[in-house]
């Protein structure tokens, strides 16, 4: 993530290459799956992780900036 990016953009992003297309092209809004202004705020004054579904994987960001995107379907 790079500094003044948004939580999640980098979340739409990391989902859009994981599934190889575009991130205008994924069939999901990542709302309602979280709000993406509680997102980019979350980690402002404090640390740690969520983790959400969306799109078909489980998504759990960092504090840091980290944004891991795992297929639900690989269970």
Do not use: C, K, Q
Not at 16 to 43: K, Q, R
Not at 47 to 56: A, L
């Amino acid at each position: 993530m790079t500094p003044g990016e948004r939580l999640s953009e980098t979340v739409v992003e990391a989902v859009a290459a994981a599934e190889g297309v575009d991130p205008t092209d994924l069939s999901e809004t990542l709302y309602p799956a979280i709000n993406a202004d509680a997102l980019d705020v979350l980690f402002v004054e404090s640390s740690g992780s969520v983790t959400f579904e969306y799109n078909g994987y489980e998504i759990t960001v960092a504090s840091d900036g980290d944004v891991s995107v795992e297929s639900l379907d690989a269970a």
